[in-house]
């Protein structure tokens, strides 16, 4: 009965000690608490996005989630206009290394990890095709003047990043976590117009030399006719060899 009346008590002497772990413990505890909520923010700045634009560019959202052409179900969305000099004209970089899996007059996508990330009124430079791989910081096109390349009057960018695990091009995502662009997140709202007037500074390329991509290998050389062969081993021109 007496051990059993014991069982549990702290001697005096431990409590002190009894007292100092348990501060420990409840400092861990905070302070993982802080890293986890500070881990998304970290991650997106070390994955995510960077604007498709050269770095020191400044832009701002004119057009947000939920407006007229953001509308449910593909409402995460952005307009991107510059706010340092004029939006047309300004070279279109990728904004993230993967496959270029669309092209078309006015938008392109480059695919990479179960996403596509969707960039539209831009005239797309003509060697990058579908099937080109791009890496992060190379030229993907310029940005196309008022009333041209479906931008309905306004010089701008539109970015969007779609789902691409389970269909070729899905639902947008939000931009959030390694979607986030230049570490900006971009939470799912409701609100109209969300994040307009949003600014943000580019980074694209600042790393350093940009890296290469893949080029389609060029067309094979057109065959020549035997006269033509004649011709050029006797040294004239080919359309003389049947003067």
């Known amino acids: ?62 057009a947000g989630y939920n407006t007229a052409t953001h509308s449910a ?45 969707l960039l539209c009124h831009l005239f ?14 190379d030229r993907l096109g310029v940005v196309a003047p008022a009333h041209a390349a479906g931008n309905n009057g306004l010089p701008h960018i539109h970015l969007a990043v779609h789902d691409s695990s389970s269909s070729y091009f899905g639902l947008t995502l939000p931009l959030v976590g390694r979607y986030a662009i230049e570490g900006r997140e971009f939470p799912p709202t409701s609100a109209w117009n969300a994040y307009a007037g949003v600014a943000l500074t580019s980074t694209n390329g600042a790393g350093g030399r940009r890296g290469r991509r893949r080029r389609r290998p060029p067309a094979p050389a057109p065959r020549r006719s035997r006269w033509c062969r004649l011709a050029v081993a ?6 003389a060899a049947r003067r």
Request: hydrophobic letters at 50%.
């Open 124 to 137: 797309v430079d003509r060697d990058i095709a579908r099937g080109v791989d791009v890496r992060r910081g």
């Open 1 to 62: 009965m007496l051990g059993g009346a014991l069982t549990g008590v702290v001697p005096s002497r431990a409590r002190p000690v009894a007292a100092l772990a348990a501060c420990l413990v409840v400092a861990l505890v905070a302070t993982a608490v802080v890293v986890s909520a500070a881990a998304p923010h970290a991650a997106a700045a070390e994955s995510g996005l960077l604007l498709p634009a050269p770095a020191g560019t400044r832009w701002e959202v004119f």
């Open 234 to 239: 006797r040294g004239s021109p080919c359309g």
């Open 73 to 117: 179900p593909n409402a995460w969305e952005l307009d991107l206009v510059r706010t340092d000099a004029a939006t047309e004209g300004t070279p279109v970089l990728a904004p993230i290394s993967g496959r270029v899996s669309y092209t078309s007059s006015d938008c392109m996508t480059v695919r990479a990890d179960g996403i596509s990330v």
